[in-house]
């Protein structure tokens, strides 16, 4: 592949033009800008990581605490659960619902309250919940893949913003050169086609 062809190179002799170029200073300007917006991209990829490690490690506390004052016990539902339906359009049955159920915490105390089940569930079907250290039912705690796909979202989604933005801007600044560079070269028409008229 010749270097003519190849845009990278065009860009680096953009950046710095060899002796004869015929690069204009704009030209020069949306090079070193580019360059600039690649560097600050991959600087910023360092950071957008060291964020997601902090996210990971906070995470990874608030599920240790989560499994220390959580417990899964086995509730047996005490009426049937919802009944089946089926959303017309998907073709899907809908989500549970909150149901009579009973469960015995570790201690050996029963207790009786509301816990989410599936439709199409029965009276005396059992099911998993979690339940925190009043007996009360819960959302299970924080796992490790949820853990890892929280840091991984934050580092991620902060990288890819800052590009967005990075490119956005590159982008709007070479909108700018461009109607600039159009102007210089329409006014330069005009004044050669001037000349010419009067010569």
Known sequence: MSTSSNPIARKWRTILPRRGSVARP?????????????????????VAASFGSETYVRQQVTSAQQLGERTRVIATLLVDGPAITVNSRAGVAGSGEPTDATWTLPDGTRRVGKVVADQGTVKGETLAVWVDRDG??????????????????????????????????????????????????????????????HS
Request: proline share 4%; hydrophobic share 55%.
């Open 136 to 197: 009360s039912v819960v959302e299970p705690p924080l796992s490790g893949a949820a853990v890892v796909i929280d840091a991984v979202g934050v580092g991620l989604g902060l990288w890819l913003a800052t590009l967005a933005l990075l490119a956005a801007g590159y982008r709007l600044t070479v909108f700018s050169l461009d109607r600039f560079r159009y102007a210089r070269w329409q006014h330069e028409w005009f004044h050669e086609l001037d000349r010419k008229t």
């Open 26 to 46: 704009s030209d020069r300007l949306q090079g070193g800008l580019l360059a600039f917006f690649v560097l600050f991209a991959l600087a910023a990829l360092p």
